[in-house]
């Protein structure tokens, strides 16, 4: 069976599960299986077809990828027609199944996080509910997490979108140092990908945000040493405007990046005195002085905050 790439052609009314194949570029081709109300059908296949069928929905799926962000409601509906509920979502997170299945199942958790944020969720229809806390009922966010430990590189990313999403409210944040969240973010702070660095980062600042104690967890996980390395590299490209290489939905500038370790160093410092510790263990108060010496006041402030947790 040939792997839907994006290439080829795709008559209208074509059976999802036939030979499609594509000549358009991949946002005409997402926008096209859209507009034919084609979601419903590959969903389906990705909940419940064989694997061979389940990873050509995913090759399909993952094209739609970025239009699929913009249209979430038609994402969360698509998903309640084709009965991917979140048990379904949770089996295919599973990690047993092929990287790109995965990839796809982590983009539709993320769709439906973002959907449920912005107030867009939908109900239950035909028993089927897609909603931030069923999500996380179901055990979706430990299968998540454990994807961050993957080896494969495809499936780390797929990860880190919903893990974002979840990070940016007080219960996903929960849930995911509840699931071991916080070690596994602070082991990727240090990865080869700079997407993965990054997105780590601002995952780990939004979930101390929520609290001192999430905060006090996140600093007990070691967060202070890497998070000043990141802070340090990032600070030194911090001029540098462009986007990181990746997803564009994540993508950060080296500023945002040393912006967000600055922030968080602060919340983990104020939090608890080890980490304070750890960060003068590390040499990262000359960095800090030197930081707090900046113009940027995004930068300056939160520096100078550390440097006093850090002195007092």
Same mark, same amino acid.
């Given at each position: 069976m040939q792997r839907l790439r994006g290439r080829g052609?795709? *008559?209208a009314g074509s059976p999802i599960g036939g030979s499609l194949s594509f000549t358009e570029d991949e946002q005409e081709v997402a926008a096209a299986i859209i507009a034919a109300d084609g979601l419903p059908p590959l969903l389906q296949l990705l909940r419940s077809g064989s694997p061979a069928v389940q990873e050509e929905a995913a090759h399909a799926l993952n094209n739609c990828k970025a239009i699929m962000r913009t249209a979430p409601s038609a994402v969360v509906a698509a998903a309640q027609v084709s009965g991917l509920d979140s048990p379904a979502i949770c089996r295919l997170l599973s990690g047993a199944l092929e990287p790109v299945v995965i990839s796809v199942a982590a983009s539709v958790v993320a769709v439906i996080a973002q959907s449920s944020l912005s107030g867009h969720g939908l109900g239950a229809a035909g028993g089927v509910q897609l909603q931030l806390h069923d999500l996380l009922v179901a055990g979706v966010v430990?299968?998540?997490?454990? +994807? +961050?430990?993957?080896? /494969?590189l495809i499936v780390q990313f797929a990860g880190l979108a919903p893990i974002a999403a979840l990070a940016s409210t007080p219960a996903g944040a929960a849930a995911l140092l509840e699931a071991g969240g916080a070690c596994l973010l602070v082991q990727v702070l240090s990865h080869d990908s700079i997407f993965i660095q990054r997105t780590a980062c601002l995952t780990l600042h939004d979930m101390a945000v929520h609290s001192t104690e999430?905060?006090?967890?996140?600093?007990?996980? %070691?967060?202070? *040493?890497? #998070? !000043?390395?990141? !802070?340090?590299? *990032?600070?030194? %490209?911090?001029?540098?405007?462009?986007?990181?290489?990746?997803?564009?939905? #994540?993508?950060m500038s080296s500023s945002d990046t040393a912006k967000l370790a600055a922030g968080t160093l602060t919340n983990l410092c104020t939090a608890s005195p080890a980490a304070c510790e750890e960060v003068e263990a590390a040499g990262g108060v000359p960095l !800090?002085?030197?930081? *707090?010496? +900046?113009?940027?006041? /995004? !930068?300056? #402030?939160?520096a100078a905050a550390a440097l006093e947790c850090i002195q007092e």
């Open positions: 052609n795709a *008559a430990h299968n998540l997490v454990a +994807l +961050l430990s993957s080896t /494969e999430n905060s006090r967890i996140i600093a007990a996980s %070691g967060a202070a *040493a890497p #998070m !000043l390395a990141l !802070l340090s590299s *990032a600070s030194e %490209g911090s001029g540098d405007s462009s986007s990181c290489s990746g997803d564009a939905f #994540m993508g !800090l002085e030197r930081i *707090a010496r +900046l113009p940027d006041q /995004e !930068l300056q #402030m939160p």
